[in-house]
């Protein structure tokens, strides 16, 4: 059984258009992360929930707005895209309150390419 | 801000030979985290250190937490073709909710 799964594995889509990524875990994790990494491989955080709540919110483009509505999943919608958000978007989670000590499992990714 | 830089960028080695990334962070740690991306894979976890000057086996990797608590290493005796991936240190800063990841060392392995 997969433990965080990420849905679509590819999004290849043109300019301007609206986008989401769905996010499950099936490990009873309280907290869940959205990170982006980009075509150097920098692996950079944009949101973290706990229990649905918003804890950390990066410099992002109010473009990108993520939602839970339950612990196990996390969406991240883009509205108009651009051709800077093609990269490879992350969910993960971790068992506790983020306090940066606990183990992150990471999802598969969603390879976003906007044309 | 907070940076973690891991160095080198790229390591290109031939398969027996050993392998050493660096993480530094311009900040103190709490602890270090160390995560494995094979190519075309995620972020997997290896390991955490916590205390000062730490040193943890797993079969051929060696990792490290310096004694001030700003760098780290993880060396890699006798490469495999296994071993392929970009290797990620992460570490929160003290008070700091979330985990900052290195820019990664890529390491390519030469048969």
């Known amino acids: 059984d997969t433990a965080v799964s990420q849905t679509p594995k590819y999004l290849v889509t043109q300019m301007g258009n609206d986008k989401s990524i769905k996010c499950e875990q099936n490990?009873?994790?309280?907290?869940m992360y959205w990170y982006k990494q980009d075509s150097k491989k920098f692996l950079k955080i944009m949101f973290s929930y706990n229990n649905k709540e918003l804890i950390i919110n990066e410099t992002v483009p109010n473009r990108f707005s993520p939602k839970s509505p339950d612990k196990a999943h996390l969406n991240l919608h883009i509205n108009s895209l651009e051709l800077g958000d093609s990269a490879v978007y992350f969910c993960a989670s971790s068992q506790g309150t983020p306090t940066a000590t606990d183990t992150q499992y990471f999802g598969p990714g969603t390879r976003l390419t906007v044309l | 801000g907070q940076q973690v830089m891991q160095i080198p960028q790229y390591q290109h080695v031939q398969e027996g030979e050993d392998f050493t990334t660096y993480c530094n962070s311009s900040t103190t740690l709490s602890n270090i985290q160390w995560y494995k991306q094979r190519p075309g894979g995620h972020p997997v976890f290896l390991i955490q250190l916590v205390k000062s000057g730490e040193v943890k086996k797993q079969k051929r990797l060696t990792f490290q937490f310096g004694e001030a608590k700003k760098n780290s290493s993880l060396h890699i005796t006798a490469t495999q073709t296994t071993d392929v991936g970009t290797y990620f240190c992460?570490?929160?800063?003290?008070?700091?909710?979330?985990?900052?990841f290195g820019t990664g060392t890529r390491l390519t392995i030469i048969p």
């Open positions: 992460a570490g929160p800063h003290f008070g700091n909710e979330k985990l900052t």
């Open positions: 490990l009873g994790h309280d907290t």
